[in-house]
T-cell receptor, first 113, second 111 residues
Framework: DGGITQSPKYLFRKEGQNVTLSCEQN?????MYWYRQDPGQGLRLIYY???????QKGDIAEGYSVSREKKESFPLTVTSAQKNPTAFYLC????????????FGPGTRLTVT | LAKTTQPISMDSYEGQEVNITCSHN???????ITWYQQFPSQGPRFIIQ???TKVTNEVASLFIPADRKSSTLSLPRVSLSDTAVYYC????????????FGTGTKLQVIP
């Protein structure tokens, strides 16, 4: 089955530690995205990538880093510089074309204490 | 990027038709209008997309007037399982440009 996987579903870390969230897709999509969602809020774009080895900052990139070494993978690292890292993180991908539909993964809920 | 405005919340009884309107006054010529649905603790799911007039699929209908400054998502005969947040987005067509998810409309279906 094609789709996007994110792991783990729940993640707990101590303050001051970096943590990497995994996102893999087998939809052969060129574009991938990372969003953050806080309780009762909409999605905010962290980073997006249009093609392998290229990515751009979204609206709230500070304290985060990404890489895109493979078309299928777009891991997100939440660094210790991110002041409020506790949130629900969503990864998405899309293909090129007029029907610009984003496919989302199940999300990772990160709790930092 | 075009900004969208939609009601924060709506209530509806089971079995009724629900219409959620989205305003996008500065929509550009090449922009499509897309709606997503999100259940708690899940990623959003694509519902429907359109450019003008009316689009219908097995889940919903999308009505877009001639000036395209607004759009209305219509959900026929809602059930309790339609309780979710609905997002209206304005997408540049055929590209990778980033889009903005607002806070959406929280639809509560009442038995």
């Amino acid at each position: 089955d094609g789709g996007i996987t994110q792991s783990p579903k729940y993640l707990f870390r101590k303050e001051g530690q970096n943590v990497t969230l995994s996102c893999e897709q087998n939809l052969n999509h060129d574009a991938m995205y990372w969003y953050r969602q806080d309780p009762g809020q909409g999605l905010r774009l962290i980073y997006y990538s249009q093609i392998v080895n290229d990515f751009q900052k979204g609206d709230i990139a500070e304290g985060y880093s990404v890489s895109r070494e493979k078309k299928e993978s777009f891991p997100l690292t939440v660094t210790s510089a991110q002041k409020n890292p506790t949130a629900f993180y969503l990864c998405a991908s899309s293909s090129q074309g007029r029907n610009y539909e984003q496919y989302f993964g199940p999300g990772t809920r990160l709790t930092v204490t | 990027l075009a900004k969208t405005t939609q009601p924060i919340s709506m209530d509806s009884y089971e079995g009724q038709e629900v219409n959620i309107t989205c305003s996008h006054n500065n929509i550009a010529t090449n922009d499509y209008i897309t709606w997503y649905q999100q259940f708690p603790s899940q990623g959003p799911r694509f519902i429907i997309q359109g450019y003008k007039t009316k689009v219908t699929n097995e889940v919903a209908s999308l009505f877009i007037p001639a000036d395209r400054k607004s759009s209305t998502l219509s959900l026929p005969r809602v059930s309790l399982s339609d309780t979710a947040v609905y997002y209206c987005l304005v997408d540049p067509s055929g590209g990778y440009q980033k889009v903005t998810f607002g806070t959406g409309t929280k639809l509560q279906v009442i038995p």
